[in-house]
């Protein structure tokens, strides 16, 4: 299309776009370097742009309609083959040295740094966010809390006991949360925090040094094995139950978690588990088709409720921003709204 001042672009589908960005990718990552390659801390590598076509192919029955698993299969195929092993210790993957972690499980991270890349977003507010109530905001590597972040007791009850995952403050708080303003009610997550591996915190106290995993391989294991599921060829069920195992063992710190079998509730409930905070859920859900319609997931505060109502579908897609739709009337906005 031509560009200039007076310039207005169309509006595409989900479709055309799904096709552009798999065309930009499929295009580019054989220039980009190698997976795991020295010196690429904080920027993409091939790596990077197969877990990114992965999850556009995990979603395209989403966006396009047609299912796309067994490339899926391919492309976290790829990843798994370069070399990623899981980081032994979970908490080594969301503290402030976990750029050590970049290269092992870590695929892809967005840096944070308390000197030099300082904000009251990213994982500030992860962390400052969710500290609160009777918390030591010191032994989590900041200076206050800021009594926001809190779970529903739907996420608390995805856990058992015996789960490391299972990472949670409820001294004085309440499982539930009755009030929403009340920053007792709602357990706080200690998943992320600003302290280093050695037990020191990061180098400031109000910004903390803790980067973001984007991509990381237990979230491909687990790809893997919900494209098996979902009928992808190239791979096996017995190879995806032994991937979702080398998760659950180290969750468990033995085989008293391991599973025989698998099916989607299960792969769902993992990736709550596995990938709590970090910024899966609603793009999950949506995929299985739990989001939002009438027969979706009810939580707690869904729809602005207590006790959680199911909310009209459209919700499934984000409305166009009002100020886009004023500057190019060639837009319409999506259904619903």
């Keep these: 299309d031509p560009m200039g001042g007076g310039f207005l672009p169309r509006q595409i589908n989900r479709a055309e776009l799904f ?8 295009e580019i990552y054989p220039q980009m370097a190698a997976p795991r390659s020295p010196g690429f801390y904080g920027r993409a590598d091939r790596a990077a742009a197969w877990m990114l076509l992965a999850k556009l192919y995990l979603n395209a029955q989403v966006y396009t309609g047609q299912a796309r698993f067994t490339e899926v299969i391919t492309y976290t195929t790829n990843i798994i083959n370069a070399g990623y092993t899981l980081e032994p210790n979970f908490l080594h993957l969301f503290n402030a040295d976990n750029h050590l972690s970049h290269g ?3 695929i892809f991270t967005v840096p944070f740094d308390g000197v030099h890349t300082s904000t009251w977003g990213g994982t500030t507010f992860l962390i400052r966010g969710g500290t609160g109530g009777s918390m030591d905001p010191i032994a989590r590597g900041v200076e206050n809390g800021w009594n926001g972040i809190r779970t529903t007791e739907n996420l608390v009850n995805l856990f058992s006991i015996t789960d490391r995952r299972r990472l949670f403050h409820s001294a004085g708080q309440t499982r539930s949360i009755a009030e929403l303003d009340n920053a007792a009610h709602g357990y706080f997550s200690t998943k992320f925090t600003n302290i280093r ?11 903390v040094d803790t980067d973001f995993p984007m991509f990381r391989l237990a979230d491909v294991y687990l790809m893997y094995a919900e494209a098996v599921l ?8 017995a190879t995806a139950i032994n991937y979702v195992n080398l ?5 468990f710190g033995s085989p008293a978690g391991d599973v025989t079998s698998i099916d989607l509730n299960f792969i769902l409930d993992e990736r709550g588990r596995e990938l709590m905070f970090e910024l899966h859920r609603r793009t999950d859900l949506v995929r299985f088709g ?7 997931y009810v ?5 602005s409720v207590a006790a959680g109502v199911a909310v009209d579908a459209r919700f499934n897609l984000f409305p166009l921003p009002a100020a886009d739709l ?9 259904p619903g709204y």
Excluded at 197 to 207: A, E, I, W, Y
Excluded at 247 to 251: F, N, S
Excluded at 326 to 334: G, S, W, Y
């Design 104 to 106: 092992t499980e870590i």
């Design 197 to 207: 591996r050695d037990g020191t915190p990061g180098s400031r106290l109000s910004h």
């Design 299 to 303: 939580w707690p505060w869904k729809g």
């Design 19 to 26: 096709t552009f960005i798999e065309s930009e990718l499929r």
């Design 326 to 334: 004023a500057a190019n009337p060639n837009l319409t906005q999506n």
């Design 230 to 237: 979902r009928g992808g060829t190239g791979g096996n069920m």
């Design 290 to 296: 739990r989001f939002a319609g009438p027969n979706a």
């Design 247 to 251: 998760i659950r063992r180290r969750a």
